[in-house]
């Protein structure tokens, strides 16, 4: 405990020390308070991005969260729309270069000043807005490829704009990128399985679970058997796969791209863990965050890998 309190000291205080020293709340604050409150681990990995990007970082996430909290908090689809309406009325506004029109927004303003110092691409956003626009639609996927669509309109688009943001072009790290993205999108519809029935949501494709004989019922009670953890195997095996293709190409990726790519150790620590307990997500450990998360993520930002 002594080591992982020094280690929090050391790598994360100064860090949050900073932004939280006044009483008043500024539009960075607002970003990273709402990302370290909503998305834990990708905030313990965007803390650690040099200074020159971290505020796009927190910028682009912190939208990120407000456009995926909108299935939690709205269960009306038109309402659900006009919020997604909102955001995409006030992306084209923040990317326009005129303050005057930026909703009084943190996140929007975040946005507008992390594209006023790095040109951010608009289709992103949009594939962001267009991805979760589809998650209304519908209450499951058909089958892994739509899995991995979403994935990467929802995940992926995160890592290009940070990379945007860092002033980053290279085929390579938009490569690693993409497969990370799939990897950590198809790991979270993994661990929101555990919460299906609370969601009224299966993110296990239709396919699998008709393939190795799991009910929707089953999946909605938290019912756990042989057979679904054959199927959280299959579904597992498809993130490990493009994780360690993205990690594959680690030395053909700029080093000044390899933090932005941290994810990838909570998304590998996941894997394990599942594997541990044989792929069964209704296990008490998965409820809890692993002790190994700030440990490894310091180790791997000194080391410069992912």
């Known amino acids: 405990m002594m080591f992982l309190r020094t280690l929090y000291n050391q790598t994360y205080r100064p860090v949050v020390r900073k932004f939280v020293r006044n009483k008043s709340q500024s539009t960075a604050e607002y970003c990273m308070e709402s990302v370290k409150q909503h998305d834990y681990e990708n905030f313990a990995c965007t803390i650690l991005l040099p200074n020159s990007c971290r505020a796009c970082g927190f910028a682009v996430r912190s939208f990120n969260v407000e456009i995926a909290r909108i299935a939690e908090q709205v269960s009306q689809e038109s309402i659900a729309l006009m919020r997604l309406k909102f955001w995409e009325e006030a992306i084209e506004k923040c990317l326009d270069n005129n303050a005057k029109i930026v909703p009084k927004h943190p996140v929007a303003i975040e946005i507008f000043k992390a594209n006023s110092t790095h040109k951010l691409s608009k289709r992103y956003f949009r594939k962001l807005i267009t991805s979760r626009h589809e998650y209304f639609k519908r209450n499951t996927f ?74 929707q019922e089953d999946l909605l009670r938290a019912k756990s058997s042989e057979s679904l953890r054959e ?76």
Request: glycine share 4%; net charge positive; proline share 5%.
């Open 142 to 215: 058909n089958n892994l490829e739509e899995l991995e669509k979403y994935a990467e309109g929802t995940v992926s688009s995160i890592y290009y704009l940070i990379l945007e943001g860092s002033s980053i072009k290279n085929v390579n790290a938009d490569h690693a990128a993409s497969h990370l993205g799939k990897a950590q999108g198809i790991a979270q519809q993994i661990r929101s399985a555990a919460h299906a029935g609370r969601l009224n949501f299966i993110p296990i494709p239709l396919e699998i679970l008709v393939k190795n004989k799991v009910s």
């Open 231 to 306: 199927t959280v195997f299959e579904v597992a095996s498809t993130s490990h796969q493009h994780l360690e293709k993205a990690r594959s190409l680690i030395e053909s990726v700029p080093k000044e791209a390899r933090k932005i790519l941290l994810p990838a150790i909570p998304v590998r620590i996941y894997l394990d863990r599942l594997q541990k307990v044989n792929y069964d997500i209704f296990h008490p450990s998965l409820k809890h965050r692993s002790w190994k998360l700030l440990p490894q993520l310091w180790l791997s930002n000194v080391r410069n890998k992912y």
